[in-house]
């Protein structure tokens, strides 16, 4: 396997340097965006994501379910059942036997071992087959979620890295993705995709909705983010800490520990 990892000159700025005004509903959006233009400008974004930019829309959709997450409580084992977790593991089993090369060259890179990726993978996509569910076009989701008050500084960034990957071509007004504006079968966000993208089957360029790519960069990306070579990844292990870069939530750690212990078998 080849893995090339794209070159990207430009980074993001930290949240706080990008603070601006903020909004709950649809009406300050187009104000807000003439803003982030300039916010925009000044982290290298160039004329396609300025174009991008001016026609994204405020997505109502996005909105709806970012709300309707923060309401959620559900109890672990509720969420297993509901999602399938058995039923993950039984296809992780077959996705990880049918793959190994190439999930022991991701672990031999970057450590990361290949049931944890297989069991993350399947958590976030039902292994690509969610892709097809919610859709909605990644620069207005996730322009609609950094202009919002809740969590403009978790998502600015990625508005910026968004802009940035339409100026390379990897990214258009019209691709579509998850509710916040996530990208493919492990679900980026677009400035993840700016930072540790890479190019897992080797055709030279980097597609989130290929599943090589996508199990690739999500490798590095953890690995990135501190991941302990062989050390345990459950609850009180020290990569269970590690993954909260990844997703804050207890239950999904949890989830994808025991999907990864189940693949592995």
């Known amino acids: 396997m080849r893995r090339l990892a794209i070159a990207l000159a430009a980074a993001l700025l930290p949240a706080a340097a990008l603070a601006q005004s903020c909004g709950n509903d649809a009406s300050g959006f187009e104000a807000w965006k003439q803003q982030f233009a300039q916010i925009a400008i000044q982290n290298g974004v160039g004329q396609r994501g300025l174009e991008a930019l001016a026609a994204a829309s405020y997505s109502e959709a996005t909105i709806r379910l970012d709300r309707a997450v923060q309401r959620e409580q559900r109890s672990f084992e509720e ?43 399947g958590w976030e996509t039902n292994f690509g087959a969610d892709l097809r569910t919610v859709r909605i076009p990644v620069v207005s989701a996730i322009l609609t979620v950094a202009y919002d008050c809740r969590r403009p500084e978790l998502f600015i960034p990625h508005a910026i890295g968004a802009l940035q990957l339409v100026d390379r071509g990897m990214l258009s007004i019209t691709d579509l993705g998850a509710g916040h504006g996530e990208m493919g079968h492990t679900q980026f966000l677009p400035g993840n995709v700016v930072r540790y993208g890479v190019d897992g089957n080797g055709d030279g360029r980097i597609d989130m909705n290929d599943w090589q790519d996508a199990l690739a960069s999500t490798a590095n990306m953890i690995a990135r983010q501190g991941w302990q070579r062989g050390a345990g990844y459950g609850p009180g292990e020290p990569n269970f800490d590690v993954m909260y870069h990844w997703n804050r939530g207890t239950n999904y750690r949890t989830a994808v520990a025991r999907l990864a212990d189940m693949i592995r078998g």
């Open 79 to 121: 969420i297993w059942r509901v999602r399938g977790g058995d039923q993950l593991a039984r296809q992780g089993r077959e996705r990880y036997a049918a793959n190994r090369a190439f999930f022991d060259a991701l672990e031999q890179a970057y450590g990361i071992p290949g049931p944890y990726l297989v069991a993350l993978h």
